[in-house]
Structures are given as structure tokens and as C-alpha cells.
């Protein structure tokens, strides 16, 4: 199920925020749940310009049987299709879970300005943990990065679907 953008109240910010930098989690924190009450990994993105929420999106890799439906992918993809350019510039992208170097290597190459995520990711973080995509100087782009975004919440959401999946015998 797919929320209209509509329903996400941004206040307009000249300059971002860490109130701002909430807001916009709460708005993935909405997301992911979406994908766990579709069965699937609790983990939301949403992507501002102008303080505007432009592309909003939650995992879909059990939904759509497909490795790449992670939901900073899809939210860059509507992001570009909203903004008819692949070029990301001046974005923000707000995920709860650090991501993965598929999706950090999305991020650089979108040229995304700015990312926020919730919690940090032991296994699989390339963007503060095992790796630093985001930040490397070999690449043409940098990523500004504010970490730790109502980090409790966001792992939380991540133990509590872990701990039922478990209790329920799936894998």
C-alpha cells in the first residue's frame, strides 16, 4: 500500500534542521511500517527538496520477490521520475536503517546532498560501519551524513519484526 505524499506535513526550512532531520524520519519510521504490515523488513525512506517531501518509499523485496526493492532504492527511483532528472541534487534522504553499499552506491551516484538514517547497521552499514561509501574521496561525489536519527525507534521497529519472525518459525 502506497501513501499519497500529501498526508506528510513539512514546515518550509530555509536552512535544515535537526527538527527537520525528525520530521523527515518520522516520515520513514510511517513507511516502514507499512512494510511490516505487509510482511516484509520495517525499513522506510522518504527524499526532501525544498523542504518538501517529493518521494516516499519502504522495502518491497518479499512483497516483489526482488533483492534490489530496498527502500532508499525506490524512493531515489520516484525521486527522479518526480523530478524528471536522475541527478538528485539539493535532496535529502531520510532512511531508519544505515544502508547497504548497493544503496550507498545509489546515494553517490544520485548525487543526493544530504542523508539521515535512524539506526546504525553492524552487517551490512556502508556508510559509517564496515564501510564508508558516502565519504570516500576516490569517488566524484560526497554525501553530507547526520547519523542516529531516533536511532532507538528505528532499531526497535528492526528487533520487535525480527523477534516475531523468529517466534513464528520463519527465516
Known sequence: M???????PLREMAK????HYDELMQAALAQARLAQQAGDVPIGAV???GGK??????????????????????AIQAAAKALGDWRLEGCTLAVTLEPCCMCAGAIVL?????LVYGAADPKAGAVDTLYRLCSDERLNHRVEVISGVRADECARLLS???????DAGKK
Open 2 to 8: 502506497k501513501l499519497p505524499l500529501a498526508w506528510i
Open 16 to 19: 535544515p534542521s535537526a527538527e
Open 47 to 49: 527524499i526532501a527538496r
Open 53 to 74: 517531501i517529493i518521494a516516499a518509499a519502504h522495502n518491497r523485496r518479499t512483497i516483489d520477490a526482488d533483492p534490489t526493492a530496498h527502500a532508499e532504492m525506490l
Open 110 to 114: 544520485a548525487r543526493i546532498e544530504t
Open 160 to 166: 520487535d519484526f525480527f523477534a516475531a519472525q523468529r
